[in-house]
């Protein structure tokens, strides 16, 4: 176990926040257990938190500067906190995304993590491993933040109407994630296609891929494989999946019959299911 009192801020950024967290506590003259009163959390979370055994969250982060008055110090510093929490290889795609002006992305199976449900990545992270999973769903959604950005990017999603009919976590998860995707209907910088089983052979054969666009750095694709990620600037590729993408969408529904895909989806599949006497059943 840490001890506090030998907590290095410079062994990684989770000591730091832990390092700066309690001696803005201590600053103010509150214990472990105060702190916890004024911010709605446990003390002892307070405690696990100061000692690097804990992620902290954006939420606390928030509260802890409002009530420790640090000039929003300690949510600064979560985003980084919780980058590092990443597996080495994904540090560098988060930080793409991150800086990235649009985002292309096409998924064959699933739902972009961008745009998962806390229910549903849990779902998805937990499949084989459900060791730290609430700390690891938390890093995951923390990626969402870009799109809370002053200027967000412009983000393109192309799902496989196999997204749609792959329960991930239960009917009641895939109803709020379809829910959560019809959340963006109306939003023009986030939106959402799908490809539909009737396209038949497509562009995407060979599997999920994103596409980053920057300012004034060269484009980079991006795909995945077990443990590992593959970013490239390479002209050829990213020309090649810029064409391929073009393919993609044109082959995808409009964003309007997208949605009512997924309305209908959402209600058919996973709606409440009631008895011949009108009554759900449980």
Known sequence: MTHINALDPGASPLDYYGFELRRHREAAGLTQKQLGEIVNYTGSLVGQIETARKLPTPEFSQRADAALETGGQLSRLVDLVLRSQLPAWFQQVAELQARAVEICSFEALMVQGLLQTPAYARAVLGVLDKSNLDDRTAVRLARQAIFEKEEPPVFWSILSEAALYLEVGGRETMREQLAHLLSFEHNPRINIQVLPFSAGAHAGMTGSYDLYRFAS??????????????????????????????????????????????????????????????????
């Open 217 to 282: 750095d060269p484009a980079i694709v991006y795909t995945e494989g077990y443990g590992s990620g593959h970013p490239t600037a390479n002209p050829d590729t990213v020309k090649d999946c810029s064409l391929r993408y073009d393919h993609l969408q044109a082959a995808a529904l409009s964003l309007r019959d997208s949605a009512e895909l997924m309305r209908r989806v959402m209600e058919e599949r996973y709606g409440e299911q009631r008895d011949s006497d009108g009554d759900p059943v449980a």
